[in-house]
């Protein structure tokens, strides 16, 4: 049973920035692409960014030159950096196992972490 732990959501003023962390369990980790998701409140959960095994990225074009997603392969771990927070990046954030080909989630989701970017 794969598990994803998200960490380092909180409050933040606008032009602020936070940095996410994500646990996985599950020895495909370094062989897997990762995703970070967002779902605000009324919202259908979003793609947010996401990395190869190799280290390739994507981003929506909302979060493109303010977010960068990394990963350390030795910590099963997948990171998201985010800067210049606008108050439309409220959501809880979401890490899972990723398919590029069929956009869709490999596992179950984790609890999320909130994060909240106020004016």
């Known amino acids: 049973q794969v598990q994803l732990v998200e960490s380092g959501g909180g409050l933040v003023q606008a032009g602020g920035s936070l940095r996410l962390s994500c646990v996985a369990s599950?020895?495909?980790?370094?062989?897997?692409?990762m995703a970070w998701f967002r779902q605000a409140p009324g919202k259908q959960r979003e793609l947010v960014a996401d990395i190869s095994r190799s280290g390739s990225t994507t981003y929506a074009d909302s979060v493109k030159g303010r977010f960068t997603i990394s990963r350390d392969n030795a910590k099963n771990t997948v990171y998201l950096q985010m800067n210049s927070l606008k108050p439309d990046d409220t959501a809880v954030y979401y890490c899972n196992y990723f398919n590029r080909l069929t956009g869709l989630p490999h596992s179950s989701w984790g609890q999320g972490t909130q994060v909240t970017v106020s004016e």
């Open positions: 599950g020895s495909i980790f370094s062989t897997t692409t």
